[in-house]
């Protein structure tokens, strides 16, 4: 059956080639109950090709919930989920779907346990969706496989077809006894490495940034999981426009940077039980406009010559539950919160300033940073810092990758376990918090 087209604004870019922005229907399509619909307005009603955001009656059964346009390509459908909690206690919501729960990628028959943002939920991923690697020589190419396959689903979008090609959204890089090349990430993807994160490294190459997130063009989500990037240039650098990339890390570490270990201008940031150390080039660098959460993670062992190891230029975010311990600048402050709305919570800074200072120069923070619960082992000008230094169980030198994780004694006591009000349920190594009398940290205190 012929189907007539009530062209709108937005057809004539799909004319030139660009995909519609997600959730934008740009067409009106007649129809018949037997007519295909386009995949963006998959229901005929009424003799037309509609969205379920025109009548959400049409979502029942096994997929209640009309998917909006934070649901990308998959706008105007109905799915089984939109969060996580629409799949029960422990469930994972993935792209409008409930996988099958899982703690470890050993549980999944595509071996890829992808995890929340924040680390307390997981999903065994679909295998029609993922690519196993274990060839160092693929990584690269694995990734442009990604890329292309998430043209291929918005150029099907623009084109008003009523199914899209089948995606590539996870990249499953198995333990190897050399090391993964570095990669450039140009798109949405979900990269997963063993469940022991030091088992699976990519990096090498001191000429190259481990993960280079560039080039975007529509809205990405890059998500990271149990990796370690070791030895290059840059450690995980991303330059978006408008906010377009939304970075994720869980369980990556980032260790003997030349560069900057985390590099991110216009790009959002989550991490979660993560680490930075042994970086020459500073720790971490966001600037605006970008938004921040950063949880249970530690930067250590690091230095930076030309600048603050922290850095927050004008973006908005919050760090808690994190360790900063010993850490050298040459600007003198470690931290720099930036023009932005930059809190610390629950936050240990330690052993973080150049030596021999006068005290009223040892500050390790400048910028207007809002603290509450933040123990530093030097006096603070800024409202909300605690003064006061735990034991750990090896606390050692700079650059000598001790053991930061506090003791108990009298002085761990004293300073830094603080009634507050329940976060994460876990620390830095999976160790459960202890409320409502946590320890100020990545880790919970040795009881």
């Known amino acids: 059956m012929t189907r007539t087209l009530t062209f709108l604004l937005a057809l004539a870019l799909a004319g030139c080639g660009a995909a519609p922005p997600p959730g934008a229907i740009v ?6 109950a037997e007519t295909p619909c386009p995949y963006q307005a998959p229901y005929c009603v009424a003799g037309a090709c509609e969205p379920c955001s025109a009548d959400s009656s049409l979502c029942q059964g096994e997929t209640p919930f009309c998917l909006g346009a934070e649901a990308g390509e998959d706008a105007g459908r109905c799915g089984a989920c939109r969060t996580h909690m629409d799949c029960g206690v422990t ?34 991923a679909p295998p029609e969706e993922t690519i196993l690697v274990d060839d160092t020589q693929a990584f690269q190419s694995v990734l442009f496989q990604v890329s292309a396959s998430e043209k ?58 481990g993960i280079r997130i560039d080039y975007l063009t529509n809205p990405s989500d890059v998500r990271l999981q149990r990796l370690t990037i070791w030895r290059t240039d840059g450690g995980i650098v991303c330059r978006g426009s408008a906010r377009l990339a939304r970075v994720s890390l869980v369980r990556v570490q980032v260790v003997s940077t030349l560069g900057m270990a985390l590099d991110l201008a216009g790009c959002d940031l989550t991490m979660e039980r993560s680490a930075v150390q042994d970086s020459f080039g500073g720790a971490l660098s966001i600037v605006a406009p970008a938004t921040f959460a950063i949880e249970n993670s530690i930067f250590a062992d ?53 030596p021999k200072l006068p005290p009223d120069e040892q500050d390790p923070l400048v910028g207007p940073c809002t603290l ?8 603070s000008q800024n409202p909300g810092a605690l003064l006061g230094s735990p034991d750990l169980v090896d606390p050692r030198p700079f650059g000598d990758f001790g053991n930061y994780r506090p003791v108990q004694s009298p002085k761990t006591l004293s300073c ?20 409502p009398l946590a320890t100020i940290g990545a880790y919970e205190v040795v009881r």
Request: glycine content about 8%; proline content about 9%.
């Open 416 to 435: 830094c376990l603080r009634t507050t009000t329940p976060g994460p349920s876990h620390d830095f190594v999976g160790t459960p918090r202890s409320y």
């Open 152 to 209: 291929a689903r918005a150029e099907a979008v623009a084109q008003y077809a009523p199914t899209l090609p089948p995606p590539v959204r996870v990249v499953r890089l198995l333990p190897h006894e050399r090391v993964y090349p570095t990669g450039v990430i140009l798109s949405s993807v979900t990269i997963v490495g063993d469940d022991d994160p030091t088992t699976t490294e990519i990096g090498g190459d001191r000429q190259r940034d």
């Open 27 to 32: 067409a009106r399509v007649s129809c018949q």
């Open 91 to 124: 469930g994972y919501c993935w792209h409008a779907r409930c996988l099958p729960p899982c703690k470890k990628s050993s549980e999944c028959p595509s071996k890829a346990c992808v995890r929340s943002d924040d680390d307390e939920r997981g999903g065994c």
């Open 302 to 354: 690091s230095s930076n010559k030309n600048g603050p190891m922290l850095s927050f230029g004008g973006a908005d975010g919050t760090v808690r539950f994190s360790s900063i311990i010993n850490n050298l600048s040459s600007v003198r402050r470690v931290m720099s919160c930036g023009w932005g709305a930059v809190s610390l919570e629950q936050t240990l800074i330690l052993r973080s300033q150049p």
């Open 372 to 379: 509450a619960d933040v123990v530093i082992d030097v006096p």
